[in-house]
Antibody, heavy 122, light 103 residues
Framework: QITLKESGPTLVKPTQTLTLTCTFS??????????VGWIRQPPGKALEWLAL???????RYSPSLKSRLTITKDTSKNQVVLTMTNMDPVDTGTYYC??????????????WGQGTLVTVSS | DIQMTQSPSTLSASVGDRVTITCRAS??????LAWYQQKPGKAPKLLIY???SLESGVPSRFSGSGSGTEFTLTISSLQPDDFATYYC?????FGQGTKVEIK
């Protein structure tokens, strides 16, 4: 079955850049209708969509975070990388990557990775 | 931007109860709505997609309905494993979540 796993630092300092890698298996990010998204969740709060990369390398970003985010894919390595610049303590939370099923414009996520907790603190 | 509003924020119920959660979109989204279940410390799990399609492996006590701007997730008979937080989603927008807790 499809699996995804996030990796990256657990602690970053304010103003630093966060780089997270999503390593997946059992699907191809070259296949039409497939994407990988990043979603985060501050402790005790709701899910927040961050970014999505499509099979054709199209990319979408959260409007409120667009200036800080970059999403890329390496199809040969089955990896998607998210970078977030100028980290702040409010960016603390669990970061998830997820496989996206894209039907034209709408999409949904299944399955999700286990998530990785990132703490921003000096 | 489309906003998704869930109600209630918290719901207290007993095992065996029929439970309904509502999600409203700020503009019509057709049937393009998904529902997720999240348990503490775990990743969300897809339950329903395209408003009413049950994801493979999800118990049949879960059902979804609605179109346009109003959608519902129904659990026909609440089981102990169902106490969790539920989120609706339309593409890049998630609802704020509904926590189903034990009464």
């Amino acid at each position: 079955q499809i699996t995804l796993k996030e990796s990256g630092p657990t602690l970053v300092k304010p103003t630093q850049t966060l780089t997270l890698t999503c390593t997946f298996s059992r699907f191809s990010l070259s296949a039409s209708g497939v994407g990988v998204g990043w979603i985060r969740q501050p402790p005790g709060k709701a899910l927040e969509w961050l970014a999505l990369i499509y099979w054709d390398d199209d990319k979408r970003y959260s409007p409120s975070l667009k200036s800080r985010l970059t999403i890329t894919k390496d199809t040969s390595k089955n990896q998607v990388v998210l970078t977030m610049t100028n980290m702040d303590p409010v960016d603390t939370g669990t970061y998830y990557c997820a496989h996206a099923l894209i039907v034209g414009v709408p999409y949904w996520f299944a399955p999700w990775g286990q998530g990785t907790l990132v703490t921003v603190s000096s | 931007d489309i906003q998704m509003t869930q109600s209630p924020s918290t719901l207290s119920a007993s095992v065996g109860d029929r439970v309904t959660i509502t999600c409203r979109a700020s503009q019509s989204i057709g049937s393009w709505l998904a529902w997720y279940q999240q348990k503490p410390g775990k990743a969300p799990k897809l339950l329903i997609y395209k408003a009413s399609s049950l994801e493979s492996g999800v118990p049949s006590r879960f059902s979804g309905s609605g179109s346009g701007t109003e959608f519902t997730l129904t659990i026909s008979s609440l089981q102990p494993d169902d106490f969790a937080t539920y989120y609706c989603q339309h593409s890049e927008t998630f609802g704020q979540g509904t926590k189903v807790e034990i009464k």
